[in-house]
C-alpha cells in the first residue's frame, strides 16, 4: 500500500508540472543550502529564475529564453516537465590555473518548457556552494541548421547594487582596428543599471555587490557552436540582458557572428559566483568546474616564469645579440622560458632563431614566439602575420617550429567574439597541441574554461596590462588602483597576462607605484606563464634577497585564499607553493597609509621572510616574521610579500 501510495503521489505531481498553470515554482537549492534559485513561468508565459543567498535576494526575478530566427522561445512557453535533482561531482587537476586540485560538487536540475513551436527548451540548472550555473539544452527533430538571433537572459540587480565593470569596446576600433581586446580599465563601485561609456555594453567577468553578498557574472564551458557574450549598453532597472558580439567580430566577411548549430544543441553556461564576502569570487573555479575536460590523452603543460625584453627595450631590441642576453637572463634566475616578441622572423631570422632555440635548450630555457593572428579583421603591420589563418600553413608553420626547438607560440591580434572566432581559437589550440607547443593568446578574448579544456593554454591576455604603462602617463597613473581591481574582476576568472613586475623607471613616464608593489604582483596575480617586464640590467640592481625571491618562486601554485582586501583599494592574498608552504603577497592602491593585521596561523606559517617598502618608494627592506600574526602599515601605492 505505501508503494502505491507513494507512485499515485509521483504521478500527480508530474501531472501538475506539467499542467500550464502550475502553482508552485520550481527550487534547486546548493549541497549545503545557501544558495538557492526559484524558477517560474509568468502570466505571458516567459519563464523566470531568481537567487537567494541565505536570506538575501541577490538576484531578483530575470529573465530566460531564447529567440530563434523561426521561433520565440521566450515567451509563450508552459512549464512541461521538472526532472529530479542530481547529484553533479567532479574532481580534476590544473596545472596552470589558481588550484592545482580541484573539486566540484553542485546540485543539477534540469527545467523543460514547451512552446508553440519550434524545438523544445531545456534549462539546465547546477547550483553549488559559491554559484549557479545554467545552460539552454535545444531539442528536437529538426535536421538544418538553428540560429539564435537573441538570448532573453537577464540579470536582475537589488536596489542599491553597485557594479565593478569592464566597459566593452566597440568593433573595430582602437589601434590598428585591433579593438575589442578586454582593455579598458574597469569602472568601479558604480550604480547598478549605469549605461555603458563605450556604448557597446559591459565585458565579463562583472563583479556586483548587492544586499550585502558579491556576485562575479561570467561564462564558461565555450565550445564551437556559439559567439562569446557580454552584457548589454544599457540595463533598465538594473536588468542587465546578455548581448552577442558585434557584427565586426568575426574572421571573414562570410563567418559567423552569432550562433549557428544543429539540435540538440547546448549553450555555454552562464555563470554567477556568490559569496557573502569576497573569498569566494577570487578563490572560485567555476570557470573551470563547467568546462569540458581535456581528452585524456591531454598532458598537463609546464607553466613557469619568463624573461621578456619587449615591454621596455622595444622593437628594435628583437634581434639576436639581445634575445641571447635574456637568454642567459632567465637561466640565472632559475626561469624556465624566455619570449622573444614581434619581428623577429625579419630582425632576427629563422635560422638565427634556430641557433637562439639551440643555445636556450643548452641553457634549459624554453623559447616562445610572437605571431600575429590576422587575417583581414586588423591592420596591424607587426610580422610574422597572415601565416596561422589559414589551416594547412599553420599546420606547416608550427611543425616548421617545433622543429626548430620552439616551446611555444605568444598569438597577438584577434578580432572579436564572434562564433569563427571562438573556433578559430580553438583551432589553434588544437593545432599547436598537435605540434607539442605551449600557447600564450595576447589582444584576445577572456578565458571562458578553455585552460582546463585545452592543457597547452598558458594565457590570455584580456587585460591592461604593463605594456599600456609604457604608452602615456595616464595609464601609470592609475596602474596601483588598477592592479586592486584585477584579482576582483579579470584574474578571478583564469590566467591572465598582465605582464607584472618592474623596478627600472619607465622611460619619459613616472612610475607612482613602489617598489616592494611592483615585487607583490608576482604573487598577487597569476598566469600558467608569467612574463616578467624587468630587463636583466634593472634585476641585477635589486638586493640579492629581492632576485632570491623570484628565483625562488614556484612554477604553478596548488591553491590560494583572500586574506583580505577590497577591489581597488588593496589586495592580500595567499598562494600555496606545490610542496605545501605558503606565499603572501599585498598590495595598498590608495594615496594613505593602511594598516594590516593578517592571522597567517590559519595557513601554518609561522617563520618566514618579510621584504617590504624601505625608506623610499625605490628600495626596499627586510626581516624576519615574529610570530604568526602579522601587522604591517603599507605606504601609499606599497606593497609587501611573505617568503616561507
Not at 263 to 289: C, F, K, M, Q, Y
Request: with cysteine; glycine share 8%.
Amino acid at each position: 500500500m505505501r508503494l502505491l501510495f507513494t507512485l499515485g503521489l509521483s504521478l500527480l505531481t508530474a501531472a501538475v508540472l506539467a499542467r500550464p498553470d502550475a502553482p508552485t515554482p520550481v527550487r534547486v537549492g546548493s549541497p549545503n543550502g545557501a544558495v538557492q534559485v526559484t524558477i517560474e513561468v509568468d502570466a505571458q508565459g516567459r519563464p523566470t529564475y531568481a537567487v537567494r543567498y541565505g536570506r538575501a535576494e541577490v538576484l531578483p526575478a530575470s529573465r530566460l529564453g531564447l529567440v530563434l530566427a523561426g521561433a520565440d522561445l521566450s515567451q509563450g512557453l508552459t512549464l512541461h516537465k521538472v526532472e529530479k535533482v542530481e547529484a553533479v561531482t567532479d574532481d580534476y587537476q590544473l596545472s596552470t590555473d589558481k588550484r592545482a586540485k580541484c573539486r566540484y560538487r553542485a546540485n543539477r536540475r534540469v527545467v523543460r518548457f514547451r512552446g508553440r513551436s519550434g524545438p523544445q527548451l531545456s534549462v539546465v540548472f547546477q547550483v553549488s556552494d559559491d554559484g549557479v550555473a545554467f545552460q539552454y539544452l535545444l531539442e528536437g527533430p529538426a535536421k538544418d541548421v538553428q540560429r539564435i538571433t537573441r538570448e532573453a537572459t537577464t540579470f536582475r540587480l537589488p536596489a542599491g547594487a553597485r557594479g565593478w565593470l569592464h566597459p566593452h569596446a566597440k568593433a573595430q576600433t582602437g589601434w590598428a582596428k585591433t579593438q575589442p581586446s578586454y582593455e579598458e580599465y574597469y569602472q568601479r563601485g558604480i550604480a547598478a543599471g549605469t549605461a555603458s561609456p563605450l556604448g557597446a555594453g559591459w565585458s565579463f567577468p562583472a563583479l556586483f555587490q548587492a544586499n550585502g553578498h558579491w556576485l562575479l557574472l561570467t561564462e564558461a564551458g565555450m565550445g564551437r557552436t556559439y559567439c562569446g557574450s557580454h552584457l548589454a549598453h544599457e540595463a533598465p532597472n538594473s536588468e542587465y540582458a546578455v548581448a552577442f558580439a558585434q557584427p565586426a567580430e568575426r574572421t571573414t566577411s562570410e563567418a559567423a557572428v552569432t550562433p549557428e548549430g544543429r539540435l540538440p544543441w547546448r549553450t555555454p553556461w552562464r555563470v554567477i559566483v556568490l559569496g557573502n564576502s569576497l573569498a569566494p569570487i577570487v578563490e572560485s573555479t567555476l570557470s573551470t568546474d563547467l568546462s569540458a575536460p581535456a581528452p585524456a590523452a591531454a598532458k598537463l603543460a609546464e607553466g613557469g616564469k619568463a624573461s621578456w625584453s619587449w615591454v621596455l627595450l622595444g622593437d628594435k631590441n628583437t634581434t639576436y645579440e639581445v634575445q641571447r642576453r635574456f637568454i642567459d637572463y632567465a637561466a640565472g634566475m632559475g626561469w624556465r622560458y624566455c619570449l622573444v616578441d614581434a619581428l623577429w622572423d625579419t630582425q632576427i631570422g629563422y635560422d638565427k632563431m634556430q641557433e637562439l632555440a639551440r643555445y636556450a635548450r643548452s641553457k634549459n630555457v624554453g623559447l616562445l614566439v610572437w605571431y600575429n593572428s590576422n587575417g583581414s579583421w586588423n591592420e596591424a603591420p607587426q610580422t610574422p602575420r597572415n601565416i596561422l589563418f589559414n589551416p594547412e600553413t599553420r599546420r606547416r608553420e608550427l611543425a616548421r617550429i617545433k622543429q626548430m626547438g620552439i616551446a611555444g607560440v605568444k598569438i597577438d591580434f584577434f578580432g572579436g567574439d564572434g562564433q569563427s572566432f571562438m573556433n578559430y581559437y580553438q583551432d589553434l589550440l588544437t593545432d599547436a597541441a598537435a605540434a607539442g607547443l605551449l600557447v600564450n593568446f595576447h589582444g584576445t578574448t577572456i578565458p571562458r574554461g578553455w585552460q582546463r579544456t585545452y592543457p597547452n593554454l598558458m594565457t590570455m591576455e584580456a587585460v591592461r596590462g604593463f605594456e599600456f604603462l609604457t604608452f602615456d602617463q595616464q595609464n601609470t597613473d592609475q596602474e596601483a588602483t588598477h592592479c586592486a581591481t584585477l584579482p576582483f574582476t579579470r584574474n578571478a576568472v583564469g590566467p591572465m597576462d598582465f605582464t607584472p613586475v618592474c623596478f627600472s623607471e619607465i622611460p619619459g613616464k613616472q612610475r607612482r607605484t613602489s617598489n616592494a608593489f611592483e615585487l607583490a604582483l608576482s604573487v598577487l596575480f597569476q598566469s600558467g606563464i608569467q612574463h616578467y617586464a624587468e630587463t636583466d640590467e634593472g634585476m641585477a640592481r635589486q638586493p640579492a634577497y629581492v632576485q632570491n625571491f623570484l628565483r625562488q618562486l614556484p612554477a604553478g601554485w596548488a591553491d590560494v585564499k583572500l586574506l583580505d582586501g577590497f577591489p581597488g583599494e588593496y589586495a592580500v592574498l595567499a598562494r600555496q607553493a606545490p610542496d605545501g608552504r605558503w606565499y603572501v603577497a599585498g598590495i595598498n592602491a590608495t594615496d594613505h597609509p593602511h594598516e594590516l593585521t593578517l592571522d597567517l596561523a590559519k595557513l601554518g606559517l609561522k617563520a618566514g621572510t618579510l621584504i617590504l617598502d624601505g625608506e623610499t618608494n625605490r628600495q626596499f627592506a627586510t626581516r624576519s616574521l615574529s610570530g604568526p600574526t602579522l601587522r604591517l602599515t603599507l605606504p601609499a601605492r606599497g606593497g609587501f610579500v611573505v617568503q616561507p
